[in-house]
């Protein structure tokens, strides 16, 4: 059988049995009977065998040489022999759809021992992208606030600025939804730079509200009541409604190109640009109807939270001045 296995191996497939040297160049010699005579199966049946007596006998009388299809190459990965089934899909739902192929290849399939399934391609990358983002996007919510409170100085006003993030969220899930895309790394990324836009608009009536809130307790020298803190907070709002409805408008006018593209990556733009436009719709509702009265709420609450602690200590007052009076 070696014999048989060494003439196949050096007549048939050859054999390297030198190397020549050309400058710096180095090129195998193989040598192996020529094309006519290993062209097609009769040839090879006809390969002659030496034999412990000298004698040669033809391949065909010691193996049985049939033709069947077979795979054009072997692939191996991680030192084992695999293959490779190449899917393409009619949705961009690539999450989904292996979701609901594993759960069928577990169900249906029994692997025999030393057998293995991995899910590469797209999804693959999908997944590395994912984990990173599961780091990316709280990382990029967390330097939000903390740039927030660096300009603000506490904690309450960068959690009202804050709530516009979610606000915003409700306008970029619709627009996503109604475009009919599926979430991917693109929409969340897309979501991502409406975050920062969004809170970019509340700090613009935030401050200019805080402006108009410090104007008004320096002319009144004393705690403002509840009916004060609404009209200030009005006249401020107001006063802002240009500025924040151009940068909103500014901000969509400027996407709709990118939606309307057709060319190459056009859509994966459409997918970074579809969270930010529907977003700023709802996020500019929230600058001027909703967050305004919100904080206003929670600059009466301030008011009366400082008012019941100066009752508190006049109360304390007096009667440590009773006291002292030995109770007259």
Do not use: C
Request: glycine share 8%; charged share 15%; aromatic share 8%.
């Amino acid at each position: 059988m070696g014999d048989v296995q060494d003439v196949i191996q050096s007549a048939i497939g050859g054999m390297n049995i030198t190397e020549t040297v050309e400058g710096l160049e180095r090129y195998p010699v193989n040598l192996r009977y020529p094309r006519e005579l290993r062209s097609n199966p009769e040839n090879l049946k006809r390969t002659l065998i030496p034999t412990p007596t000298g004698a040669q006998i033809p391949l065909s009388l010691v193996a049985d040489l049939t033709l069947r299809r077979g795979p054009p190459v072997i692939k191996s990965e991680n030192a084992r022999p695999n293959a490779w089934i190449y899917v393409d899909l009619k949705t961009s739902d690539i999450g989904g759809f292996v979701t609901k192929a594993q759960q069928l290849v577990a169900s249906q399939i029994v692997l025999p021992a030393g057998y293995t399934i991995s899910w590469s391609g797209q999804f693959e990358y999908m997944e590395r992208a994912a984990e990173k983002l599961r780091i990316v996007v709280p990382l990029t919510i967390m330097l939000i606030f903390f740039l927030l409170y660096l300009a603000f100085r506490n904690v309450m006003e960068p959690v009202i600025v804050m709530l516009t993030v979610p606000f915003g969220l409700i306008g970029g899930v619709w627009l996503v939804y109604l475009l009919g895309f599926n979430l991917s790394v693109a929409v969340y990324v897309g979501f991502i730079a409406l975050a920062g836009t969004a809170a970019e608009t509340g700090v613009m009536v935030l401050n200019f509200i805080d402006i108009e809130i410090a104007k008004l307790r320096r002319q009144k020298q004393k705690l403002l009541s509840s009916a004060e803190i609404r009209e200030a907070v009005e006249a401020a709002t107001a006063m802002r409604v240009r500025p924040v409805a151009i940068t909103a408008f500014s901000t969509m006018i400027g996407l709709i190109p990118i939606m309307l593209a057709t060319g190459s990556g056009a859509d994966v733009t459409h997918r970074i640009a579809a969270p930010v436009l529907g977003g700023m719709v709802t996020v500019l509702l929230l600058t001027l109807l909703v967050f305004p009265v919100i904080y206003s709420l929670v600059l009466q609450f301030q008011e009366k939270r400082k008012q019941q602690d100066i009752d508190t200590t006049q109360i304390q007052s007096d009667q440590a001045e009773y006291n002292n009076k030995g109770g007259e």
